[in-house]
């Protein structure tokens, strides 16, 4: 705000002009967190260390939190698969095809004790657990109770080490955020601190989880945030990078996948990703239909319903297993297998429909587990059965199998979970090639434009409402046409007039033009509003050396930016119904004016975001 | 209450390295006991068996390179998973592109493929020029023989010469089993120069190989050498000396041997035998030719050899009186004209006529070769 500008951001004409740049208003950007510092609360011995050795700031101490979530989340994490692996070790066996007695007794009794777990001892533990992140972030202010996280590493292990067809990354995601709800909590952080700090938790659990940093950094900003904020982006990355780098130290580098090598040899070969893409979108619907529809009727049985219901959803999963014991758990080591072109193209149609089916089965019964490994095996599975075909037909063109069993991953996650940027990063670290950037964006574009076009809401969303729990949806945001001020720009409603103008002159032109406003334009980017009534007074008995800055006017006026959006320039009008649009390039060129009047006219006539 | 986190945060990480030590315990003990089973069954060649217990031994060691490498071999040694196993190789390769193992076994799958020749003469460079981790030297002989075969399997006669001769150089004189070995594959190369080269002298010492007097026997027969073809064959056991293919080179060895009007030490008139024989085979073999093809026979090749064989008849005929027997021995010098038109009617014979071909004429066709500096 201009020096001597009263709160209102007018003040009469001073002989200092003030430096234009100091005008402008100050950007949107959170202030530093100074919640410890106005908030009185006691300092533990520790912390007041910490503060006065080494001089910590609440925000470089946020990020020293962030590192310690991370290193958490990771043993947390690599806890996790451990327990999940034991598990499936002492229900299943460790062959990759249980004997009969086993692959139906396990996931149905284990069914039993995880509905008994979920209703009596842990009441949170359903579902995925990226909506509960989502929801305790937007409605109980980050806060995550710790008894869920214990929850969801008992159930999920033993719902996903029995062969439910569901996947440990989104249960890791909650984990890390209830791990660092916790921390916050205990550590008596500010509310925003703590609404902040879930979501680091998140990041680092998911990226432990994936083994992919960049990906579940994606995520979060993608589907749980919404937004890149400056003041989470740093502690959200460094809390990732560090549970991937504890989680590595234990359970070793290797990704997920073994992938094979792959060049982009054949241009020809897109042709063949855009069906991948477009088979993805199809079976992504089909899956997002399927919950859509058959949740509410799930949830509408009989309560004793939820004794039983993982329990027969384990027993129809166990008789799918004695065929095909591909389709229990994660799936990790079918999906390398598909990347190693084990399977004919019949098979594995046969594998994505029913682990489609598994999965869904799974996840409708209210099994705790996530829906990510499901999702990359359904995805690898229809990726090959696309590659092999081609293969078939198009010897000549370049893409393995792997490839498409790859691209594959990205194409369903994309069209399923509505996180097309998080695929094509997840793709890139899970391949750790490049050179798969092409395939991958075209098919994940093509599947997310199908699953948006015939399914408005997505997955997350939609379970939010249906619980009856309306979270802001990213999607919708990202997708929300914006409003700039050139959309209710009004380019011929003011006259600019230089200081050395006369007021002769001044009153003919406003006369000539009665409804424009007159902006006395004092420096680049300077521009007072000048009374016309004053003008008019005092032009009749003015001596020719009477100039505009005689005039009586307010000012500085705040000046705007065509490209801004309409919210921005709101803020920026404050008390003032008219702001100056002036050009980037020359701040003294005036490309119009804005009026409130117009604004709110152009807020109107925007149709509301369409709902589903 | 950092301070406590702090503590929980150091007892977290003692417990989680207590829990994965044990863990990693527990599947690598997994591992290693689905991977000697699958070694078991390769050893019973119950490859299937084999791949699902490498596909077990690598859920609890994934990143094994041993045992994504055996999965792979006995994937493609089913012969039915080769893209799995090229897949699996390919991943191997990447680490490790030097390794003689790897790209053995990529060379192998894609020598299986119609089109995969220039990249499986790639592989099989790569894997001769590649680390091996035993033997180096002996292993590196066996792929370059496994090349050598594989470009005579398909055909490729001037790079297998190259590479056999590569292998021959890289085998030590005093190895007389890996000598043999060099020796046919050059002889399967044609290369009966260099094959006689190697076998003669394992031929020659006290107690020879019959492989080694085999190969030396047909060198020299290739050679048009058949008196010492006849000799080497001599020395074979008899089994081995019966068998068909030694026997009818013996037989036509010993038929342009006794066809040969130039052999030392005949008397004049037993080369004046030989000659008349010639002309009279080689008369009837002209006129026997000519009537089994019409005259309409197209310009090309046959047609030149017809030509040539009408010429010659009728050279015959005019000659008849000239070249009998008693004639030839009193006229020596005519001899070599005689010889020369059986030979030239012989040879355009062989071309318009090649199935009616007898015995003798084969012989007599031999001599003409051998006499004009072809071989086979």
């Known amino acids: 705000m201009a020096a001597g500008a009263d709160a209102n951001g007018a003040d009469e004409l001073s002989v200092t002009t003030p430096n234009p740049i100091d005008a402008v208003p100050e950007a949107v950007a959170p202030a530093p967190a100074q919640v410890a510092a106005t908030e009185p609360k006691p300092k533990s011995a520790w912390r007041t260390l910490l503060h006065e050795v080494f001089q910590l700031r609440e925000d470089r101490f946020f990020l020293f939190l962030a590192v310690l979530i991370g290193v958490m989340s990771g043993l947390c994490v690599v806890c996790f698969r451990i327990f999940i692996d034991w598990v499936q070790l002492t229900l299943l066996g460790s062959s990759m095809t249980p004997s009969f007695p086993r692959v139906v007794l396990a996931p149905t009794l284990a069914g039993l004790v995880v509905a008994l777990l979920a209703i009596y001892a842990f009441p949170h533990v359903r579902g995925s657990g990226v909506n509960q992140t989502k929801a305790a972030v937007y409605i109980s202010n980050g806060y995550v109770p710790f008894i869920t996280v214990i929850g969801k590493f008992v159930c999920c292990a033993l719902a996903i080490g029995s062969g439910q067809s569901l996947g440990p990354e989104d249960p890791s995601l909650q984990m890390g955020a209830g791990l660092a709800s916790l921390i916050g909590r205990k550590l008596r952080l500010s509310t925003e601190k703590i609404r902040l700090i879930a979501p680091v938790g998140a990041a680092a659990g998911l990226a432990a989880a994936f083994n992919a940093p960049m990906s579940a950094v994606v995520f979060v900003i993608e589907e749980v945030i919404g937004t890149w904020s400056a003041g989470v982006l740093g502690a959200i990355v460094l809390s990732a990078v560090s549970s991937v780098v504890t989680m590595r130290s234990f359970l070793g580098a290797d990704a997920l996948f073994r992938v094979p090598q792959f060049r982009l040899v054949h241009w020809e070969d897109m042709g063949a990703y855009v069906v991948l893409g477009i088979v993805g979108g199809i079976a992504s619907l089909i899956l997002l239909k399927w919950i859509a529809w058959a949740r509410p009727k799930m949830k509408a049985l009989p309560r004793w319903t939820l004794f039983v219901q993982p329990a027969a959803a384990g027993l129809i999963i166990g008789f799918i297993g004695i065929k095909v014991p591909q389709v229990m758990g994660a799936g990790y080591a079918v999906v390398d297998q598909a990347m190693h072109a084990q399977f004919a193209w019949k098979v594995l149609l046969m594998l994505a429909a029913l682990k489609l089916i598994a999965t869904g089965v799974s996840f409708l019964s209210g099994s705790p587990g996530g829906t990510f490994a499901p999702t990359l095996f359904i995805g690898a599975m229809l990726g090959g059965a696309v590659g092999t075909i081609e293969q078939h037909f198009f010897q000549h063109l370049s893409g393995t199998i792997g490839t498409f069993a790859l691209v594959g991953i990205g194409t369903l996650f994309a069209g399923f979970l509505r996180t097309p940027i998080t695929a094509v990063f997840m793709v890139i670290e899970l391949s750790q090639n490049y050179s798969a950037i092409l395939p991958v964006l075209v098919s994940t574009m093509v599947a997310y434009g199908i699953s948006r076009a015939y399914q408005k809401t997505p997955l997350f969303d939609l379970l939010a409402r249906q619980d009856g729990i309306y979270l802001p949806s990213i999607e919708e945001k990202r997708e929300m046409l914006s409003l700039d001020v050139e959309d209710a720009l009004r380019t011929d409603g003011a006259i600019v007039i230089e200081p050395g103008e006369k007021i002769t002159n001044i009153a003919r032109s406003a006369e000539a033009e009665p409804e424009s406003l007159l902006l006395l334009r004092v420096n680049p980017g300077e521009f007072w509003l000048i009374d016309r009534e004053d003008v008019m007074k005092l032009a009749p008995d003015a001596s020719p050396s009477t100039t505009a800055v005689m005039v009586k006017s307010k000012g500085p006026v705040p000046y705007i930016f065509r490209d801004q959006t309409l919210a921005e320039a709101l803020q920026s009008m404050g008390e003032w119904q008219v702001l100056p649009v002036v050009s980037r390039e020359d701040l003294g060129k005036l490309e119009g004016i804005l009026t409130i009047a117009d604004t709110l006219k152009c807020f109107r006539k925007t149709p509301p975001a369409e709902e589903n | ?376």
């Open chain 2, 1 to 376: 209450m950092l301070a406590i986190f702090i503590v929980s945060l150091v007892l977290m990480l003692a417990l989680t390295a207590f829990l994965n030590r044990m863990y990693n315990k527990t599947v690598h003990t997994l591992a290693d006991s689905w991977a000697a089973q699958a070694d078991a069954s390769v050893k019973a060649g119950n490859y299937d068996a084999a791949i699902a217990q490498y596909r077990n031994a690598l859920v609890y060691s994934p990143s094994k390179e041993m045992y994504q490498f055996k999965l792979a071999q006995a994937l493609a040694d089913t012969g039915e998973n080769d893209n799995e196993a090229q897949n699996y190789l390919i991943a191997l390769w990447t680490e490790s592109p030097g390794s003689g193992p790897v790209n053995l076994e990529l060379a192998r799958i894609a020598a299986r493929k119609s089109m995969g020749t220039a990249e499986a003469l790639r592989y099989y460079h790569s894997a001769i020029d590649g680390e091996w981790p035993e033997s180096p030297v002996s292993r590196r002989w066996d792929v370059r023989l496994e090349l050598c075969n594989y470009l005579l399997k398909t055909g490729r006669l001037e790079q297998a010469r190259v590479e056999t001769m590569s292998l021959a150089d890289n085998t030590p004189s005093d190895d007389a089993a890996h000598q043999i070995v060099v020796g046919n594959l050059l002889l399967r190369t044609l290369d009966w120069n260099r094959a006689l080269g190697i076998f003669r002298p394992l031929a020659v010492v006290e107690h020879p190989n019959p492989d080694a007097i085999v190969g030396a026997g047909t060198a020299a027969f290739n050679l048009g050498m058949y008196a010492a073809s006849r000799d080497y064959f001599a020395k074979l056991p008899a089994e081995r000396r019966n068998q068909p293919d030694i026997a009818a080179m013996q037989t036509t060895s010993h038929d342009v041997l006794a066809a040969d009007p130039y052999l030392t030490g005949l008397s004049t008139k037993e080369r004046a035998a030989r000659a008349n024989n010639a002309v009279a085979l080689a008369t009837v073999r002209a006129q026997s030719c000519i009537e089994s093809n019409p005259s309409s026979t197209p310009n090309g090749p046959v047609a030149h050899a017809i030509a040539q064989l009408q010429q010659n008849a009728a050279e015959f005929d005019r000659m008849q009186k000239d070249w009998n027997e008693h004639n030839l021995a009193s006229f020596p010098d005519r001899l070599d004209a005689a010889m020369t038109l059986a030979f030239s009617t012989e040879t355009a014979a062989a071309t318009a006529c090649n199935a009616s071909q007898t015995a003798k004429d084969r012989a007599l066709w031999l001599l003409a070769r051998t006499r004009t500096g072809q071989t086979n």
